[in-house]
């Protein structure tokens, strides 16, 4: 069974301005099948995870090119850039829009090269794993800023319940979780034992996978929090300058992402590290070592990993829509703190996220910092699991977590 992905719209449409389409994202996301859907009958596919495919990659690019000849699927094109000077000669002389589409799972380095030499030609897509709406089988479109628009998801999707949401957050958005048989601890086992055996002792060069192992875990335990790369590198038992590197690592790769904190000349004593946020709840909850949804929603826990799948969701939402993510947050060092916020037009919109059902107008005392941005403050309000969206006061609402 196949999940239509929102993403499929964005990458006819840059089929049409590039010559070539490069879609990124971390191993088992869907895009290869997401690529393979949409390709017509004249498209070739070819994989470098294939060892001769690899081999003639890298050995002779040219023979290559003339052995799956564009139109063509590359999967797993970090194999091989030696690929890439030849890739720009053929966009360059037949200029055709589309004819090579590419996927990369962990690009690392390879990213400056592939924006040195295809720029202007090539579209670079990121891609994660299913959304809320696509599970459900409902639009998309990026989480805004709008009450009119929060008001129609609510008025279209059917409520979803507080067991429903943490078994999702449990399960992830892997889509093998959601179209055939599926065993989560099997799944998420075997998908690390790939991403440390395959791309990051071969492409990240980490001679350690056991510590890297840890490293990973010792993030899980921090996501939606601030990130302190001495407390983090002492917990993992990697020095500083290995846990920065490492942490690159994973956020190239999409597993993780950093929200960065708001910053404006007029605000003074912010705080100014990031925010850590898993991806994947699903990963993050395998690697803390949860055993259910149940006991995963009644953990100390359970705050961090509802803010960590709500801020995911708001992501996805702007990556499915091909565009970037606009998402701040807000910390100072007299503690007040916001969530999340998004700027658009000049404006700033601010959510708190909480687990509850009735979080309280409390939750929004802190948005009044922002009135020193000289920003206008659009609406904003308590992302929740509420039943609707209802008003808070004139300009905020409570907002459920499953209409983003």
Partial sequence: MYIRRHLED????????????????????????MLQALADAKRTYVSLDAPLNREMAREDPALFLQRFPPPVLIDEFQYAKELLPFIKIYADTQKRNGDVWLTGSQMFQMMKQVSESLAGRVAVIPMQGLSNSEIEGQPGGEFKGDPADWMNRARTRGPQDLKTVFGRIFTGSMPRAYTGAF?????YGSYLDTYLQRDIRDLAQVADEAAFLRFMTACAARTAGQMHYTELARDAGVDVPTAKQWL????????????????NNALKRLVKSPKLYFMDTGLCAYLTRWDSAETLEVSAMNGAIFETYAVSEVIKSYYNAGKRPPVFYYRDADQ???DLILEANNTLHPFEIKKSAAPGKAS???FSALQKTNKQIGAGGVICMTDSVYPIDHQNSYVPVWVI
Avoid: N
């Avoid at 065993?183 to 799944?187: K, L, W, Y």
């Fill in 336 to 338: 007040r703190e916001i």
């Fill in 183 to 187: 065993d989560r601890e099997m799944f």
């Fill in 248 to 263: 690159s690592v994973l956020q190239t790769s999409g597993i993780v992402t950093l929200i960065e904190p708001y910053y």
């Fill in 10 to 33: 964005v990458i006819l449409r840059a089929s049409e301005m590039f010559p070539v389409v490069m879609v990124t994202g971390p191993r088992q996301v869907g895009k290869t099948t």
């Fill in 364 to 366: 929004i005392r802190h």
